[in-house]
């Protein structure tokens, strides 16, 4: 009997030893939990936070037609309402990761007591709500075993918090718009555009299954690089909805035996379209940031704060005038690079081997190469030998970009044959640019020739001229003038030398109306109408026009010796087309941050510069260009020696060609009432040009950008772009109709003079 009673003593002993550990454990887990959640065991978020947890949330940049242009991001992620996510991926998110996401408050015990069950293993323990915490709030979990563990009590603590704060939807929209999918692609949508090229609304099923089965892990699961264990995966997924009932048997079989197709397209700030406009538009932006604070005092970050950019540009028109730059400048560039073979210090033409060398110095010293050598501390003579040694690379070109194997040195001299390219639209009635294009691949070439490059603009300067002789002297494009010899004497207009211009072919066209000489760019008329008026009343003009690039005060101006960006070029001849009043070139409407907000609504810059009369008349002027003068080839398409194209136009068109001195400069200006477009095309350096005037001339370089572009924006109906007449104003002062037929004189030669503009 005494055994017996010591042993039930000893048994007694060990049940209370038993109930203080079982006791002192629960207690012990509690104050560890009571520890994280007063953040004694590390950082844990406030209220606040929890409220308005950081997310790094790309700022878009949106079409006035709804479409997203492009994004500056830190990290690429535009946040997804839950009414706005595919139920696809609602479904495919709850059956795979967290099957109970309705039924608990954060922590799923049953799913937690099975962890525990496989020795600690995830087991399926970890919530949507616990993955949403760790992702907000300390991201990958830490190697040391201590660490973990109080990374993991703290994830339990905030994911009852969350559960707290959010609703279930909110949670799940939260948790899809934070995850990273590799590939520059944070959050859902941009997952969705990046794998699928697709809004994640429109991800079908089988889609939707294999963006959530990267989940697990993005980068193994990372269906572009590893297509057979993605599909294994979405497989597991879509069984996962088998088992929820979301689908059933049949519909899975059938699933699971389709391949992954991907339509992969990682998105950068070097990809899409409107690239160069994109860059315009951030060094705009980080001005304005500096000026329009928040209420804190403190910036925006346009990399962070998710604002939204509502811009101007339309993404068809904008599309359709990078398509119509491709198909022209890929013909003529091939053509630029038969004429420049064989050719001595080509593409350069007429400069001595110092100056090429000057200028392949130049673009050197202006590379990236240059720079990276410059920082490492290497000296001028290593640089310089590097560009020697050669090596393989990737290099532009029109098919495509081409592996090939050559010295940096003869690669700087291979871009400089490229022919470069600005191109602007705007409606003229709203002052909003269409369409901007800086270049011909802003990965490449990085200079933007809209908004930065002042080019020399040729004959387009002219109408500035016939528009200031018909305001101060009262002419009208009917007026007639005689196209022959002409001398401005030293000293007229401050002149050094007596000044003897002559047309491009060196002939003379005798009595010819205003609107013949601007239809056939007549140097010589341009000329006179310049030593009747001066050119300070021309500088002028131009300056109501919105040009303010420098412009010497000078004669030669008439033929257009003068640098003026395609932007502003595009708003001077737009008044023209708005009746005389110029409005100031806007590609933002207005400026929003994330939750909708607006912080700035643009209000366009405008000004009455001439009287509705006479900009009608510069309108007819500009009409006779290309009815009759060096721009009619519009009406059948062809190009001189270079290809024929399908466009054809019979409505009214006012438009005009430049050609600068040595055709460095092409020019096209051309408008119809709701829509003025400039298109400028020469090489980089002004020394790299063609040769012969007959593809070196505005109609035959600019020109046909020009028709190609207008013919894609007629052929889609929903742009509207008008062919109707310019507006005739009411009681019309100034005679536009010069139904009169003026008889050719007799050529009459003029040689020894060098022709300066054509």
Known sequence: MATKKVENQDF?????WFWKLFLGGIAFIILLFLFASWGLLGYMPSFEKLENPDSNVATEIISSDGEVLGKFYAENRVPVKFEDLSPNLVNALVATEDERFYEHSGIDARGTLRAVVMLGRDGGASTITQQLAKLLFHGERSKN?????????????????????YTKKEILAMYLNEVDFVNHAIGINSAAKTYFNKNQKDLTIEESAV?????TNPSRFNPNRFPERSTTRRNVVLGQLVRNEIINEKEFDSLKKLPVILDFKPESHNDGIATYFREYLRDYMKKWVKDHPKEDGTEYDIYRDGLKIYVTIDSKMQQYAEEAVEQHLTILQKKFFDLSKGKKNAPFINISNEETDRILKRGMKSSERWRLMKEEGKSEEEIIKSFDVKRKMKVFSWKGEKDTLMTPLDSIRYYKHFLQTGMMAMEPQTGHIKVWVGGINQKYFQYDHVGQ????V???????????????????????IIDGPFTMPKGKWGISAAWSPTNSDGKYKGMVTLSQ????????VSAKLMDRIGPKAVINMARDLGVTSEIPEQPAIALGAVDITVEQMVGAFSTYANKGVYIKPTFITRIEDKNGIVLEQIIPESKDVMNQDVAYAIIKLLEGVTQSGTGQRLQWGGVSGLTQYDYKFSNPIAGKTGTSQNNSDGWFMGMVPNLATGIWVGNEDRSAHFRQTQFGQGACMALPIWGLFMDKCYKDKDLSVSKEAFERPKDLSIRVDCNKKVVDSTSIEEPGIEEFDF
């Open 458 to 480: 040729g004959s387009t300067f002219k109408p500035f001229v016939y528009a200031t002789a018909i305001e101060q002297l009262g002419m009208s494009p009917c007026d007639t």
């Open 517 to 524: 000489g601007l239809a056939n760019s007549l140097n010589p």
């Open 12 to 16: 007694s002993k060990y049940i209370k």
């Open 211 to 215: 963006i959530i089965g990267m989940l």
């Open 145 to 165: 075993k201590i660490v973990a563990i109080t990374q993991k009590i703290k994830e339990w603590v905030i994911a009852v918090r969350l559960e707290r704060q």
């Open 453 to 456: 490059g002042a080019r020399q």
